[in-house]
């Protein structure tokens, strides 16, 4: 098991020596992985709004089913029929119950399908701004004088990052890692 462990270190760094090397190549890596997470957030936000609409489907069933009983109680009573009514009446309060934790239920599916169209709005944006960090650097590499140029920006002038051009991997690091995090999370409370 250690050969294969070994080996499989020895190609993550391998690869991380890459892309660092390749910093282009990076953020079309990352680009892809928050595509994923798009994919994984829209496929969420239906899968909610499908259990909403069947909720709601089940609420209006119900506050029918409550209705109809309602008018049975009603007629039992001007007949007379006390040995209907409070069975009758049991079965109504029942059914209210039930359209009461329905109805809960769609409330907290609400919330949830909120939270994913937010996080969904993150992704999204986050994906442009990777994007746009894709073609300045595709750009970078095909112009090589601008990328010498960004490279040596500065160099008199202490260790500013903003004026060299590129970008922060360590920023990228830990943006990739939020993202994931923030994803992980509201999976997390959507399952619950």
């Known amino acids: 098991m250690g050969v294969f462990e070994d080996f499989s270190r020895f190609l993550e760094s391998r690869l991380e020596e890459f892309l660092r090397n390749n ?3 990076e953020l079309q890596a990352l680009e892809e992985q928050l595509r994923e997470q798009e994919e994984d957030a829209l496929r969420l936000i239906a899968d909610l709004q499908t259990q909403e609409k069947k909720l709601q489907d089940e609420i209006l069933a119900t506050a029918q089913e409550i209705q109809r009983w309602h008018a ?3 007629k039992a009573k001007a007949a007379n029929r006390w040995d209907l009514v409070q069975p009758a009446q049991e079965r109504e309060a029942a059914l209210l119950r039930q ?12 919330e949830r399908i909120k939270q994913a169209q937010e996080l969904l709005r993150r ?6 701004e990777v994007r746009a960090k894709a073609v300045q650097a595709q750009a970078n590499r095909t112009n090589p004088k601008a990328e010498q140029k960004s490279q040596t920006v500065g160099w008199d002038r202490g260790s500013n990052q ?3 051009g590129g970008a922060d991997p360590l920023d990228e690091q830990f ?7 923030e994803l992980e999370r509201m999976k997390r409370n959507m399952g619950r």
């Open 72 to 74: 049975r109680i009603e």
């Open 123 to 128: 992704i999204q944006q986050r994906r442009q």
């Open 162 to 164: 903003k004026s060299f």
């Open 175 to 181: 943006k990739r890692w939020e993202a994931q995090d």
């Open 99 to 110: 359209g009461n934790q329905h109805w809960g239920h769609m409330q907290g599916l609400k």
């Open 23 to 25: 910093p282009h190549l």
